[in-house]
């Protein structure tokens, strides 16, 4: 192996690769790919989950905790054509949910897609974990 190369495994993903479809009332819902967590390398799972985003028949709504800043290849990679939240009808200023000593990260995200209007979004103040709660509310347009 080159210096320059880096032995990446790609992430385990559940068996077939095939979107798990859920039933709720006679006609498929949503799709969802389980990624397995896996530390070797962010960029081969985002671009797996940005490429199932791609094909997803289903209006997708990716909701998380990215760990990484608006300017990062995995938000720019998986927000792709999707809206952020966030810019549509967030608070004004940086939007911290990064609670830690660095000041105002904005790493956790909601993203939706286009059909949808979004409405008050939110971080909440409290302190669950080393990261704020975001909230959001959707509904499809007319």
Known sequence: MADNETDIEEPEVDESMEPVEVEKTGRPEM?????????DDTSVQVDLLASHIDSCKYPVFLCGDFND?????????????????????????MGKTYNGPFPSFRIDYILFPDGYDAAGFKVLGRSYSDHFPVSCRFKKEE
Do not use: H, M, Q, W
């Open 31 to 39: 799709s969802v790919l389980p990624i397995k967590p896996s530390a």
């Open 69 to 93: 800043t608006p300017v990062s290849y995995a938000y720019r990679s998986l927000r792709g054509n999707l809206n952020d939240a966030f810019l549509e009808c967030g608070p004004r200023g």
